[in-house]
């Protein structure tokens, strides 16, 4: 089990940029496929972001070409650097840690999740 800690949202005009990171503790982030999901009110939790392996990853449609995940196993940190942000970005954000490695945007697949940190984009 590893446990995660996001930090790093905040409120932004639209396009403003934030980065936000997720320290783990625990376990090493190099062992698990790993993804930011966000949740906005009245909406099911979609994931945003993956990235396994020695830098593998995917975006949701909604965030090609604006948000580049990315890990340093030195830091054992997971970040989110997220550009052009627009309103429809507002929710909490959430990093996630899956150990099978299914490589999939399904929160199912994942066993352990942070506190999340809220991105509040204002038009």
């Known amino acids: 089990q590893v446990q995660l800690l996001e930090s790093g949202g905040g409120s932004v005009q639209t396009g403003g940029s934030l980065r936000l990171s997720c320290v783990a503790s625990g376990d090493t982030l190099s062992n698990y496929c790993m993804a930011w999901f966000r949740q906005a009110p009245g909406k099911e939790r979609e994931g945003v972001a993956l990235h396994i392996g020695r830098g593998t990853t995917a975006y949701a449609d909604s965030v090609k070409g604006r948000f580049t995940i990315s890990q340093d196993n030195a830091k054992n940190t997971l970040y989110l650097q997220m550009n052009n942000l627009k309103p429809e970005d507002t929710a909490m954000y959430y990093c996630?840690?899956?150990?099978?490695?299914?490589?999939?945007?399904?929160?199912?697949?994942?066993?352990?999740w942070g506190q999340g940190t809220q991105v509040t984009v204002s038009s």
């Open positions: 996630a840690a899956d150990r099978r490695g299914y490589f999939s945007f399904l929160p199912r697949r994942y066993d352990d």
